[in-house]
């Protein structure tokens, strides 16, 4: 176990040290071409640094560290193996306000509101996996009197990690604490706008790691990713991210006929009854809808459905509510909504607000842009939108913007409110506000989603499992489940006694 690294409150000279960098079986290395990419704050639009842009001999580098640590990594004891997650989390809890200032940096979420957070609560993840160590055990089966017949759970050998970048931190951890625990080794490929936040997090637990259990690369999908995917070393994949990726990344695996675990894209509804109260629901949005990540979440609240006697007054205190939220430099303490990650988000955000305009639909544009003159003027900021009177064919209503942007419409009875809600193709969150416990129970039974809550609109945490139906992906993630159906396999053994 090598000596703490030293804590960086500097997130661009941070992200200086780490450009150009790999880390491939416990040292950071440059790309084999030699060829980065530039990462930008999306507040400014300065270059804060470059990323190596990885390929396919750097995936086979990466790879072949991780197949050579397995065998090794396998051979510690579970529990052995979740002290040293355990471990890791503690050091990322140190490193928690340094972690937390460089992926606002590098992402543009508020400091306050929402990088502090996550980093904050990134080594939870890694504690929760570090305790199930224990849990990695097999059955013993009553198949015959003269047959001992017992199962026992193995790892899968080499797992790949591709991540997001809304959450990078969080979203990783969910993936490779679970993995390695089980007693697999990891290649993580980083999202190309978020690479140094998640480097940084794979440094600091290499301290700790043996080297090559932990592997992270950066790089764009098709050179860096799709290799990763198809390489033949590589047995389990894990990803979260849009639905078309998913399904390339899915038909990929399929050649390999490997597991793969997809989290993918939602249209979450909310729906609010006339008996909820008010001012909590409106609480719910705001959080649920992640306005101050300006919308960039799987889950957020973007078809939000509230019973007739109530839809005015709703919209009245959301707009209200949303309206005091300062935007400005992601950090800046001040701020509580930060800017989209980067250009092509921009344009697809802003392209839908334009849509629904065209299409009729009132748009509310809530908060306020940064003053001119304040240095942010070109930097990717979007006021939040809520839009009323929207069709329920509407590309509103229909596609995942990614943006801060929902919808509100009425409705008149629950049976109108759970046909809306569930006339998707996504199925990952949903919630229902009411005072009635039938309604509650009745429409938790009902709503078509993998994650529904009643009464509040929490994000995903360790011990809860997480996953979506329909297009919003396959299996399971944050809890006992994955690692056990996710993260290894299930080996029958029968010694004949007689």
Request: aromatic share 6%; hydrophobic share 45%; proline share 5%.
């Amino acid at each position: 176990m090598s000596e703490t690294l030293n804590i960086n409150l500097d997130p661009r000279l941070l992200a200086n040290e780490l450009s150009s960098l790999h880390l491939i079986n416990g040292a950071l290395v440059p790309a084999t071409s030699g060829e980065t990419f530039d990462v930008i704050y999306p507040a400014t639009l300065e270059v804060i640094g470059k990323a190596a842009a990885g390929d396919r001999d750097d995936v086979v580098s990466a790879v072949a560290a991780a197949k050579a640590a397995q065998p090794g990594w396998a051979g510690l004891s579970a529990r052995e193996r979740g002290k040293l997650i355990v471990e890791c989390g503690r050091r990322l809890t140190e490193h928690a306000e340094e972690l937390g200032r460089l992926v606002a940096l590098e992402t543009g979420k508020a400091l306050r509101t929402e990088s502090r957070v996550e980093a904050s609560v990134l080594a939870d993840a890694f504690v929760f996996y570090g305790g199930l160590g224990s849990e990695l055990k097999g059955e013993t089966v009553p198949f015959s009197p003269t047959m001992m017949t017992l199962t026992q759970r193995e790892p899968i050998g080499v797992v790949a990690a591709i991540i997001p970048w809304n959450v990078p931190m969080m979203l990783m951890a969910y993936k490779i604490a679970p993995a390695l625990v089980a007693g697999n080794t990891v290649v993580v490929k980083s999202a190309e706008e978020a690479p140094f936040a998640v480097l940084r997090i794979c440094q600091i637990m290499n301290q700790v790691l043996p080297a090559g259990v932990f592997n992270i690369l950066s790089g764009m999908g098709p050179e860096c990713g799709g290799p990763l995917v198809a390489h033949p070393d590589v047995g389990k994949v894990t990803f979260t991210g849009s639905v078309e990726t998913g399904k390339i990344i899915y038909r990929a695996a399929a050649e390999k006929l490997i597991p793969v675990t997809l989290e993918l894209g939602g249209k979450s509804p909310m729906i609010v009854m006339a008996d909820a109260d008010l001012d909590k629901a409106v609480d719910g949005a705001v959080g649920g809808m992640r306005f101050t990540r300006q919308g960039q979440s799987c889950t957020a609240a973007t078809r939000i459905y509230v019973e007739e006697p109530l839809r005015e007054a709703f919209v009245e205190k959301l707009t209200a509510k949303v309206n005091k939220l300062k935007m400005g430099d992601p950090l800046d303490e001040a701020t509580d909504i930060g800017t989209i990650v980067s250009q092509q988000q921009y344009e697809r955000v802003t392209s839908f607000i334009e849509i629904g305009k065209k299409e009729g639909a009132t748009a509310h544009e809530l908060s306020a842009l940064p003053q001119a003159g304040s240095g942010l003027d070109k930097g990717f900021f979007v006021r939040p939108v809520v839009f009323t009177n929207v069709s329920d064919e509407s590309r509103l209503t229909r596609e995942e913007i990614f943006g801060p942007v929902t919808c509100v419409y009425g409705f008149n009875g629950l049976e109108e409110a759970l046909r809306l809600a569930n006339d998707s193709v996504y199925g990952l969150a949903a919630t229902i506000w009411t005072r009635d416990l039938k309604t509650a129970m009745t429409a938790t039974q009902r709503l078509q989603a993998g994650f529904v809550q009643v009464n509040q609109n929490l994000v995903v945490m360790p011990g809860l499992s997480y996953g979506g139906i329909k297009q919003s992906g396959l299996g399971r993630e944050a809890s006992l489940e994955a690692m056990l159906e996710h993260f290894t396999h299930k080996k029958t053994i029968i010694i004949n006694m007689t």
